[in-house]
């Protein structure tokens, strides 16, 4: 598929490269890296995020968009399902590079390799597949989304591959301390004053803790959306944690929930009972609700799958 997809990308020449909604780190990584490198084989292309990209995913300058008509082909990187764009409608043929375990296949063509750490790892073997000049800006693109999605060479999906490639990235200019410092070390103080409401809130069951923030809290903090992101990450740093929950208030009638296990895939399982989907140890959902009142029922779920694992 990877083949079919490069010879797409050499046969046309107007693109659109869109990402999903929210983005993180690998959204950003990949879809950024593709779209410089479609402007080094001097192709027309347009960079489409259906929300604001937070600013400290933007390490290198981006190109200026120079799509002046219709694209022929979108390219959806990091994209799982439709839902996933919001209200962007796709105006070319849909290519899908993607590594999400719950990606259905949707689109003319679609690559989904839930084995590869991320979609920025795909986007690289694109480009070797293309023959394509790895400059320091995709470079450092690329090393920032293998860094996000493997919570900083982290979890399983660090392979030898993984070290390979970002072995061969550093060389190319990507600067890890700066990637590390840019995704790590950059929480604002409303971060850890919701990190605190969280863990007075904590609950614990079996192996299974969970914490919600409600839209209240938030609003007091004057908290932003992206002011709660990474909290998941500290509750599954708890010491014998298998699967951690944590719920926030979207807005009045909407919770987002992200999950995470350790050594078994209950982290996908309980997301799908709600209907939501990603990867089998990072996996997330979007319900009509509100988090406190939902988080019995995500710790009950998960509860089942953590006993059967
Ligand atoms: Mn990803």
């Known amino acids: 598929m990877k083949a079919t997809i490069a010879d797409i990308i050499r ?3 107007r693109f659109e490269i869109i990402t999903h909604a929210w983005p993180d780190a690998d959204a950003i990584g990949s879809a950024y890296a593709l779209y410089m490198a479609l402007h080094v084989m001097n192709k027309e292309v347009r960079f489409i995020c259906p929300t604001p990209i937070p600013e400290h995913l933007l390490l290198t300058p981006a190109p200026e968009e120079n799509l002046f008509s219709a694209p022929e082909i979108s390219l959806l990187v990091d994209v799982s399902d439709m839902g ?11 290519v899908v590079i993607d590594h999400h375990k719950t990606n259905q296949g949707f689109g003319f063509v679609s690559w989904v390799c839930p084995n590869k750490s991320s979609a920025s790892e795909m986007v690289y073997e694109l480009l070797i597949e293309l023959d394509i000049e790895i400059t320091s800006p995709i ?20 392979t030898a591959r993984v070290f390979e490639i970002a072995n061969r990235l550093t060389l190319k200019g990507a600067d890890p301390s700066h990637v590390a410092n840019q995704l790590r070390k950059n929480k604002s103080t409303t971060y850890y004053k919701i990190l605190c409401l969280a863990m007075e809130r ?10 919600y ?17 990474g909290i998941i990450e ?25 999950i995470r296990s350790r050594d078994g895939i209950s982290a996908r399982l309980t997301a799908q009972a709600f209907g939501g989907g990603g990867h089998d140890r990072a996996a997330g959902f979007t319900l009509e609700g509100r988090a406190e009142g ?5 710790i009950k779920e998960g509860l089942k799958w953590v006993r059967m694992g």
């Open 11 to 13: 046969k046309n020449g």
């Open 234 to 258: 500290d509750l599954s740093s708890l010491a014998g944690v298998e699967l951690s929950i944590f719920l926030r208030d979207v807005n009045t009638h909407q919770v987002h929930c992200s």
């Open 84 to 94: 996933m764009i919001g209200d962007i409608r796709p105006e070319g043929m849909v």
């Open 213 to 229: 923030i409600t839209l209240d809290d938030l609003d007091k903090l004057r908290a932003g959306p992206n002011d709660a992101s």
């Open 139 to 158: 470079a450092t693109n690329i090393y920032m989304g293998i860094f996000g999605d493997t919570g900083g060479f982290v979890h399983t999906n660090t």
């Open 294 to 298: 939902l988080v019995g029922d995500v």
């Open 202 to 211: 904590i609950r614990i069951c079996d192996s299974i803790c969970a914490s």
